[in-house]
């Protein structure tokens, strides 16, 4: 269970993630999916060990996360993303898509689940798997619609 001070941790390296990431207009799928992954690692790190354990975890599992958050939004590209957003536009809860990129080699598999509206967007949770330089990959998110209602961006 996560006790306060984990939380407040988390808090500030989430804020530090996010401001990170604000300094690209907008920020990179790589930049976001470091983001992502440090948050994610965090929190799983959060839930292992106990007293200045729990904080090692907690700082360990973020830098894991971030670093393959990292390589999974480096490999991908422009088309990478256009799939993605089909996947979370046209596909339902639970069914996945698959595709390699024939550039880098990477393959992946798009998995949309719960959708809901934050902020007047329409949000989908997903999970991503991918095969990136033989290293399989795989973390969860949020993507909502942009603005324009034609594509879809990873928030969290």
Do not use: H
Request: net charge positive; glycine share 16%; charged share 20%.
């Amino acid at each position: 269970m996560v006790r306060n001070g984990e939380v407040r941790r988390l808090a500030v390296a989430l804020c530090m993630a996010v401001a990170l990431a604000a300094c690209e207009s907008p920020p990179s799928q790589q930049t976001m999916g470091t983001a992502i992954g440090a948050v994610a690692g965090g929190l799983i790190g959060s839930q292992i060990g106990g007293g200045s354990g729990r904080t090692v975890a907690i700082v360990g599992g973020a830098l894991v996360g971030g670093m393959l958050g990292n390589v999974i939004g480096k490999q991908m590209d422009d088309a990478d993303r256009r799939k993605m957003g089909q996947a979370l536009e046209q596909n339902a809860s639970g069914q996945s898509t698959q595709w390699k990129n024939d550039n880098s080699g990477a393959t992946y598999k798009v998995t949309p689940k719960g959708t809901f509206v934050r902020d007047g967007r329409e949000c989908r949770t997903f999970e991503q798997e991918a095969l990136v330089d033989g290293q399989p990959r795989k973390m969860t998110g949020t993507a909502c619609k942009r603005a324009d209602g034609d594509s879809w961006e990873v928030t969290a």
